[in-house]
Antibody, heavy 116, light 108 residues
Framework: EVELVESGGGLVQPGGSLRLSCEDSGLTFSDNWMSWVRQAPRKGLEWVANMNKDGSEKYYVDSVEGRFTISRDNAKKSVYLDMNSLRAEDTAVYYC?????????WGQGTLVVVSS | EIVLRQSPGNLSLYPGERCTVACRASQIVDDNFFAWLQHKPGQAPRLLILGASNRATGIPDRFSGSGSGTDFTLTIRRLEPEDFAVYYCHQYARAPLTFGGGTRVEIK
């Protein structure tokens, strides 16, 4: 059973914006930290951002700080990643994952391609 | 930032062989907040080990993790055909969370 479903990926020009969404079909969304992890083509996994249960704590990898914003809507059981000022190096499959780290539940990923 | 260096980068082994992957952290990983994940092409990553040595739910006992502080090891006792994949170490002790560069385990 797929518990996390991402959407919103696609092709965007450098400097553009995109919003990724991740809907959680589990029963305890509002009790969990939520995270985003990405994998660029032919590269390894890279942690991007995470957020606590009520959104009062957010952390980002340095390379996206100030450009990406993680947010959540507990009523909709969804987490979002707003990505601005996109660069070619942001091209990757973006996964949402449940938890602060050591993720046991992942989505299938959504592909973001930044290219002109 | 805690940098994780995995070795080796690639392993070529026969099914049934023992597989050992090492990961060294640039700083002590507090409380052993350390994990190992398996990743196959086109699939979501799969958590194998958390807390440095605890198998995640449903993970076969041929997978084991050990280590503490800055040095950690993943061992696969006897490789099964489905175990050929990329393996990542991961620290979740402090932000920014980090992953190692990955170890590709290939069939010889």
């Amino acid at each position: 059973e797929v518990e996390l479903v991402e959407s919103g990926g696609g092709l965007v020009q450098p400097g553009g914006s995109l919003r990724l969404s991740c809907e959680d079909s589990g029963l305890t969304f509002s009790d969990n930290w939520m995270s985003w992890v990405r994998q660029a083509p032919r590269k390894g996994l890279e942690w991007v951002a995470n957020m606590n249960k009520d959104g009062s704590e957010k952390y980002y990898v340095d390379s996206v700080e100030g450009r990406f914003t993680i947010s959540r809507d507990n009523a909709k059981k969804s987490v979002y990643l707003d990505m601005n000022s996109l660069r070619a190096e942001d091209t990757a499959v973006y996964y949402c994952a449940r938890g602060f780290g050591a993720y046991s539940v992942w989505g299938q990923g959504t592909l973001v391609v930044v290219s002109s | 930032e805690i940098v994780l260096r995995q070795s080796p980068g690639n392993l070529s082994l026969y099914p049934g062989e023992r597989c050992t992957v090492a990961c060294r952290a640039s700083q002590i990983v507090d409380d052993n907040f350390f994990a190992w994940l398996q990743h196959k092409p086109g699939q979501a990553p799969r958590l194998l080990i958390l807390g440095a040595s605890n198998r995640a739910t449903g993970i076969p006992d041929r997978f084991s993790g050990s280590g503490s502080g800055t040095d950690f090891t993943l061992t696969i006792r006897r490789l099964e055909p489905e175990d050929f994949a990329v393996y990542y170490c991961h620290q979740y002790a402090r932000a920014p969370l980090t992953f190692g560069g990955g170890t590709r385990v290939e069939i010889k």
